[in-house]
């Protein structure tokens, strides 16, 4: 960070520069670093609703199973799931967790998962057939994300999109994700970072929640083909890049661009 933001700044005094935001967690973190409001859009990258599917088993027949998928880094909040599952238990004493994805905090965290009882399942990196067939078994899938020591944090999470389009009812703290990319109450619950007992109930909640569970894992994928299809979304960036590539001249001869975009083009 010693010469980005200086570097970054710079880049965005020039009238022929946009930036683009995954989600307005994004954007509003952009403008709090200096960027001003009007040389940034926000465009979700969506995913492919008919590549994401709810599986064959209807979602109160699976296990009380929770599903995590993810770097096992610092920002992807494994460690506060570890620490809720205890609570879960303690509600829930069948729960058990299964853990996609490697990183250098994995030795820690299996050693963290001790406390669990065996209930925790360490898969390592798997392909994306591999994570579809998880997410066909899961119950509930968690994405605990925090800002991290040095600031990082999730931008906002598409497999928290993918695991909704599931019909897997989701519980997240993910910056941006959690905010934009759930509907809170309907296809999971939005917790509060580094709130253990929170993150813990709302697991609990779906996993004991038969009419709760089977209710989100219906709406999951009406909210993510109606907000996030990937096709309109490309389709919207696409436009933003033929804005790009007609400026209009400011009253000084410089050359600017507008990036407004009237409702009934978006529909």
Partial sequence: MRNYPAALLRL????????????????HAA???????GKISVHYIG?????????????????????????LVEKKGCELMLRA????????????????????????????????????QFLGAQN?????????RARVFCLPSIRASNGDAEGFGLVLLESQACGVPVVSSA????????????????????????????????LLNDQ????????????????????????????LYDCMAVPAKTKSGADAFTFSRSKQHVQ
């Fill in 212 to 239: 709760l569970a089977t209710q989100m894992a219906a709406e999951g994928p009406r909210f993510v083909r109606a907000r996030f299809d990937l096709a309109r979304c490309t389709s919207e960036l696409e436009w």
């Fill in 12 to 27: 965005a005094s020039q009238s022929n520069v946009h930036f683009v935001a995954v989600s307005e967690a994004v954007r």
């Fill in 85 to 120: 599952m205890p609570k879960v238990l303690h509600k829930v004493p069948d729960a058990q967790a299964v853990i996609i994805g490697d990183g250098p905090l994995r030795l820690n965290l299996e050693l963290l998962a001790r406390s669990c009882g065996g209930r925790v």
């Fill in 47 to 71: 995913i492919d609703p008919d590549a994401f599917r709810p599986g064959p088993t209807p979602i109160t027949q699976r296990s009380r199973r929770i599903l995590f998928v993810g770097r």
């Fill in 128 to 136: 994306h057939d591999r994570v579809k067939e998880e997410l066909a």
């Fill in 31 to 37: 403008l709090e670093f200096g960027i001003p409001s």
């Fill in 175 to 206: 910056l941006g994700g959690s905010d934009e990319g759930l509907l809170d109450g309907k296809t999971g619950f939005r917790v509060p970072e580094n709130n253990v007992e929170t993150l813990a109930n709302g697991l609990a909640e779906i």
